[in-house]
């Protein structure tokens, strides 16, 4: 290290030179594998979920029926549906087959329209002013491909709707609108192209105005702006390329956050460097000074960015595929902008230094000109805090600790329609047909019944038509359909017993051919196994609390029914309501193993860096408390802000703000305390605790100030998730920029300190008065009482 650091000192134009070669070959190797990139499959659940085992069996029984997302088309219309709008639906048949026979890698399967001779009454509401139309995609939700598809398929019924207009001319319009899972997830991609877009500009303005300010010297401000642009190309090419070896996708949610962290931790390491040059170079040549800068702030940026890159990494022990990708790859990406911190930025320094000699003359660091005003204010909160240390560390302490209380109650809610904007045409779509279906029509649950090949078909129908009438007794289930049920209770409703019995052959004759009409869509027998689907239809919406509380009685139910020598030998299920189910119980245990292993990594770093465990304990423990403050805060303005229900954040607020926060914030600890160790050495450590708060109060804020900054932008996100997230990123580090670190940390070391000097004194005190009882000393020692310095040394 100690070569590598006198070779950048000395080779400043070498190390831009090979900067410069590294990311030429980096994009040009990107961009030849780039058509090798994995796209983004939209995986969510790990293969052991009873979700991706039952969607296993439907594909294998039902290969025509299965799906993994659907394309909804409502036609919405004030004036009820006439016979003209079956033209309609016949024109939107035709097309959607020519573009499945054109366009075979869109993955078009089976789409049904409010004709189908058996499914369409479900497709059309009571009141005929409603009518859907279903496209089945094999393709992931969130499939890139999937948003072609939905494009293409929207561009034909627009193209059709209009013609349909002026062909018929209807008074009254039809309004079209596209929502279904392929809806959500082409709404959800388009959201997070954009963001990155907005993110990316918005986070390059921001931190280029917090330069200009900190800094007179332009060209100086320019040094971590070009250092970490630098480091985020390399980082996204070097990725794309490990992302073409490994076959994973990068998912367009880790750009995001490299670019975010990036711009906010690397340019913090940048200031960091800075500011420790500026104190030097006033008493040595530039590249004494930076030699000196870089051996001083280089352990310090080596374990405050290991923090960070090690909490991220152990989001790659999460089973959900989504999440367990995005910390590896950003924490990859932060050790290539430390890099750049601790070699382009110097380099760059020094160039800049030397072709303008008083480019960092004018400003000196905080330590070397105390008249500053920023310095003048953090030297007067650092003996604000060591004259009153348990009064600061007690009333700061109670004053949040309401707020943690209510961080610490919040529930993280999973809402699939809420991660999209209100106005979003997916939203639009489901509010519709809200207005005129049944809550739970919007995503029945899947139930497959396997029994042995050979079953006979009457055994079948009476052990299907016991578990059918035994679900449509539990509470919240609006309707079961199966094979003796086909339409569920519109084919099984029966007359009254003062209706005429003529009634009932009719019925039964409808039963039948219903039925066998139906067989094909409810009972598949294969080779090894005979499988049977029912649909269960709740009261309640499929992803509401109520649907999956109900997915528990339900899965007792069947499991009441399975036998090994009976009918069915095994069941399975399928849906939107086993999948929330699934995830949530996924993200719970991904939450507590990756929370415990963050926690015990950063607390052996900080074990090692700090000295002591005790002290390694606090700071996490500080860290802990201002991350529930965070949640008690965004928790509080969540419901006037973003119309969120009260006491709830979506579930990945939590989860990202955790992981985050906590490592981040350790980050500002760390360059706290390495500083007060550097200055006990000389001034003991009470003194030293306050000098090094303020040498380091104005350097470290505008670092979290920029760092709160860039995690602001999220919130110009469509995203609701994303601006939920950015706020409460923001939040939780001007938290920990302005209270945590200059408050809870110096106050709690010196009330220790004091606490330990008093029972030293006590304890002396007391072993004085033994002696001089027992007579064994006729002289009262005198015990040194010195304050801080030489009680330290």
Same mark, same amino acid.
């Given at each position: 290290?100690?070569?590598?650091?006198?070779?950048?000192?000395?080779?400043?134009?070498?190390?831009?030179?090979?900067?410069?070669?590294?990311?030429?070959?980096?994009?040009?190797?990107?961009?030849?594998?780039?058509?090798?990139?994995?796209?983004?499959?939209?995986?969510?659940?790990?293969?052991?979920?009873?979700?991706?085992?039952?969607?296993?069996?439907?594909?294998?029984?039902?290969?025509?029926?299965?799906?993994?997302?659907?394309?909804?088309?409502?036609?919405?219309?004030?004036?009820?549906?006439?016979?003209?709008?079956?033209?309609?639906?016949?024109?939107?048949?035709?097309?959607?087959?020519?573009?499945?026979? !054109?366009?075979?890698?869109?993955?078009?399967? @089976?789409? &049904?329209?409010? /004709?189908?001779?058996? +499914? =369409?009454?479900? $497709?059309?509401?009571?009141?005929?002013?409603?009518?859907?139309?279903?496209?089945?995609?094999?393709?992931?939700?969130?499939?890139?491909?999937?948003?072609?598809?939905?494009?293409?398929?929207?561009?034909?019924?627009?193209?059709?709707?209009?013609?349909?207009?002026?062909?018929?001319?209807?008074?009254?319009?039809?309004?079209?609108?596209?929502?279904?899972?392929?809806?959500?997830?082409?709404?959800?991609?388009?959201?997070?192209?954009?963001?990155?877009?907005?993110?990316?500009?918005?986070?390059?303005?921001?931190?280029?105005?917090?330069?200009?300010?900190?800094?007179?010297?332009?060209?100086?401000?320019?040094?971590?702006?070009?250092?970490? !642009?630098?480091?985020?190309?390399?980082?996204? @090419?070097? &990725?794309?390329? /490990?992302?073409?070896? +490994? =076959?994973?996708? $990068?998912?367009?949610?880790?750009?995001?956050?490299?670019?975010?962290?990036?711009?906010?931790?690397?340019?913090?390491?940048?200031?960091?460097?800075?500011?420790?040059?500026?104190?030097?170079?006033?008493?040595?040549?530039?590249?004494?000074?930076?030699?000196?800068?870089?051996?001083?702030?280089?352990?310090?940026?080596?374990?405050?960015?290991?923090?960070?890159?090690?909490?991220?990494?152990?989001?790659?022990?999460?089973?959900?595929?989504?999440?367990?990708?995005?910390?590896?790859?950003?924490?990859?990406?932060?050790?290539?902008?430390?890099?750049?911190?601790?070699?382009?930025?110097?380099?760059?320094?020094?160039?800049?230094?030397?072709?303008?000699?008083?480019?960092?003359?004018?400003?000196?660091?905080?330590?070397?000109?105390?008249?500053?005003?920023?310095?003048?204010?953090?030297?007067?909160?650092?003996?604000?805090?060591?004259?009153?240390?348990?009064?600061?560390?007690?009333?700061?302490?109670?004053?949040?600790?309401?707020?943690?209380?209510?961080?610490?109650?919040?529930?993280?809610?999973?809402?699939?329609?809420?991660?999209?904007?209100?106005?979003?045409?997916?939203?639009?779509?489901?509010?519709?047909?809200?207005?005129?279906?049944?809550?739970?029509?919007?995503?029945?649950?899947?139930?497959?019944?396997?029994?042995?090949?050979?079953?006979?078909?009457?055994?079948?129908?009476?052990?299907?038509?016991?578990?059918?009438?035994?679900?449509?007794?539990?509470?919240?289930?609006?309707?079961?359909?199966?094979?003796?049920?086909?339409?569920?209770?519109?084919?099984?409703?029966?007359?009254?017993?003062?209706?005429?019995?003529?009634?009932?052959?009719?019925?039964?004759?409808?039963?039948?051919?219903?039925?066998?009409?139906?067989?094909?869509?409810?009972?598949?027998?294969?080779?090894?196994?005979?499988?049977?689907?029912?649909?269960?239809?709740?009261?309640?919406?499929?992803?509401?609390?109520?649907?999956?509380?109900?997915?528990?009685?339900?899965?007792?139910?069947?499991?009441?029914?399975?036998?090994?020598?009976?009918?069915?030998?095994?069941?399975?299920?399928?849906?939107?309501?086993?999948?929330?189910?699934?995830?949530?119980?996924?993200?719970?245990?991904?939450?507590?193993?990756?929370?415990?292993?963050?926690?015990?990594?950063?607390?052996?770093?900080?074990?090692?860096?700090?000295?002591?465990?005790?002290?390694?304990?606090?700071?996490?423990?500080?860290?802990?408390?201002?991350?529930?403050?965070?949640?008690?805060?965004?928790?509080?303005?969540?419901?006037?802000?973003?119309?969120?229900?009260?006491?709830?954040?979506?579930?990945?607020?939590?989860?990202?703000?955790?992981?985050?926060?906590?490592?981040?914030?350790?980050?500002?600890?760390?360059?706290?305390?390495?500083?007060?160790?550097?200055?006990?050495?000389?001034?003991?450590?009470?003194?030293?605790?306050?000098?090094?708060?303020?040498?380091?109060?104005?350097?470290?804020?505008?670092?979290?100030?920029?760092?709160?900054?860039?995690?602001?932008?999220?919130?110009?996100?469509?995203?609701?998730?994303?601006?939920?997230?950015?706020?409460?990123?923001?939040?939780?580090?001007?938290?920990?920029?302005?209270?945590?670190?200059?408050?809870?940390?110096?106050?709690?070391?010196?009330?220790?300190?004091?606490?330990?000097?008093?029972?030293?004194?006590?304890?002396?005190?007391?072993?004085?008065?033994?002696?001089?009882?027992?007579?064994?000393?006729?002289?009262?020692?005198?015990?040194?009482?010195?304050?801080?310095?030489?009680?330290?040394?």
């Amino acid at each position: 290290m100690k070569y590598l650091l006198h070779g950048i000192v000395l080779h400043p134009r070498i190390v831009l030179l090979a900067w410069l070669l590294l990311g030429g070959l980096l994009t040009v190797l990107a961009w030849y594998l780039h058509p090798y990139l994995p796209p983004d499959t939209g995986d969510f659940l790990p293969e052991h979920t009873p979700t991706v085992q039952g969607y296993r069996l439907l594909r294998e029984a039902f290969p025509d029926i299965a799906s993994e997302s659907s394309v909804v088309l409502v036609f919405h219309s004030q004036a009820p549906f006439q016979a003209s709008e079956r033209q309609l639906a016949q024109n939107l048949e035709e097309c959607l087959e020519q573009l499945k026979r !054109s366009r075979p890698e869109l993955g078009l399967g @089976r789409f &049904l329209t409010w /004709l189908h001779p058996f +499914l =369409g009454p479900r $497709l059309l509401s009571a009141d005929s002013q409603c009518a859907l139309a279903i496209v089945h995609l094999d393709k992931p939700f969130i499939h890139d491909l999937t948003t072609e598809t939905v494009h293409e398929i929207e561009t034909i019924a627009r193209r059709l709707l209009e013609q349909h207009h002026v062909l018929q001319h209807r008074t009254v319009p039809i309004e079209l609108a596209i929502t279904g899972t392929a809806g959500f997830g082409r709404d959800l991609n388009v959201a997070i192209y954009h963001s990155l877009d907005i993110t990316t500009w918005a986070t390059v303005i921001l931190i280029l105005a917090l330069l200009f300010l900190a800094y007179s010297n332009p060209w100086i401000a320019l040094v971590p702006l070009v250092s970490i !642009s630098v480091a985020v190309w390399v980082s996204l @090419r070097l &990725l794309e390329i /490990l992302c073409v070896l +490994l =076959g994973t996708p $990068l998912v367009n949610m880790a750009r995001i956050f490299v670019v975010v962290v990036l711009f906010g931790a690397g340019t913090d390491y940048c200031l960091f460097l800075i500011s420790r040059f500026r104190e030097e170079i006033y008493t040595r040549s530039a590249e004494q000074a930076m030699g000196v800068a870089l051996r001083r702030v280089c352990l310090a940026l080596l374990a405050s960015a290991g923090v960070v890159m090690v909490g991220l990494a152990m989001m790659g022990f999460a089973e959900f595929a989504r999440v367990s990708t995005v910390g590896p790859f950003v924490a990859i990406s932060l050790g290539v902008a430390l890099a750049a911190a601790l070699t382009l930025a110097p380099a760059c320094l020094l160039e800049i230094q030397r072709w303008q000699r008083t480019a960092l003359a004018p400003l000196s660091s905080d330590c070397v000109k105390p008249h500053v005003p920023a310095n003048r204010f953090w030297l007067r909160v650092s003996q604000w805090v060591g004259a009153y240390p348990h009064y600061v560390l007690l009333g700061s302490f109670l004053l949040m600790l309401p707020l943690a209380w209510y961080g610490a109650v919040t529930e993280a809610v999973m809402d699939v329609c809420a991660e999209v904007q209100p106005y979003a045409p997916s939203r639009r779509g489901l509010d519709i047909i809200r207005q005129h279906f049944p809550a739970g029509e919007l995503g029945p649950l899947t139930i497959l019944l396997v029994a042995p090949p050979d079953v006979s078909d009457h055994k079948l129908r009476e052990h299907l038509l016991a578990i059918s009438q035994r679900l449509s007794q539990l509470d919240n289930i609006q309707d079961v359909r199966s094979l003796v049920r086909p339409l569920g209770k519109l084919n099984a409703t029966r007359p009254d017993k003062s209706a005429s019995s003529s009634w009932t052959p009719w019925l039964d004759t409808v039963n039948w051919l219903t039925s066998q009409l139906a067989s094909s869509y409810y009972v598949r027998r294969l080779s090894d196994k005979c499988v049977s689907r029912l649909e269960v239809v709740f009261e309640t919406e499929p992803f509401s609390k109520a649907s999956v509380a109900t997915l528990q009685q339900i899965r007792q139910t069947v499991e009441s029914f399975i036998e090994p020598q009976g009918v069915f030998r095994s069941a399975a299920m399928h849906g939107i309501t086993l999948f929330i189910h699934d995830l949530s119980k996924v993200h719970e245990s991904d939450r507590w193993r990756i929370n415990t292993l963050v926690l015990l990594s950063i607390l052996i770093i900080l074990t090692a860096v700090v000295g002591s465990f005790g002290w390694a304990s606090y700071l996490l423990a500080t860290v802990l408390f201002s991350y529930f403050v965070t949640l008690g805060i965004v928790s509080i303005i969540g419901p006037w802000w973003l119309g969120t229900a009260i006491g709830v954040t979506d579930w990945k607020v939590p989860y990202f703000l955790f992981v985050i926060l906590v490592a981040v914030g350790e980050d500002y600890n760390i360059f706290l305390m390495s500083r007060v160790r550097e200055e006990q050495r000389r001034l003991g450590l009470y003194i030293g605790v306050q000098q090094a708060l303020a040498c380091t109060g104005s350097t470290i804020s505008m670092c979290g100030i920029i760092m709160a900054g860039a995690f602001a932008t999220m919130m110009l996100s469509e995203l609701i998730t994303l601006f939920q997230l950015g706020l409460a990123l923001s939040i939780g580090v001007l938290l920990e920029t302005f209270v945590v670190r200059p408050i809870l940390v110096p106050a709690g070391f010196l009330t220790w300190y004091n606490v330990k000097n008093q029972f030293f004194s006590t304890w002396t005190k007391s072993a004085v008065e033994t002696t001089r009882v027992s007579g064994k000393c006729t002289n009262t020692p005198t015990v040194d009482m010195e304050p801080a310095n030489r009680l330290n040394q």
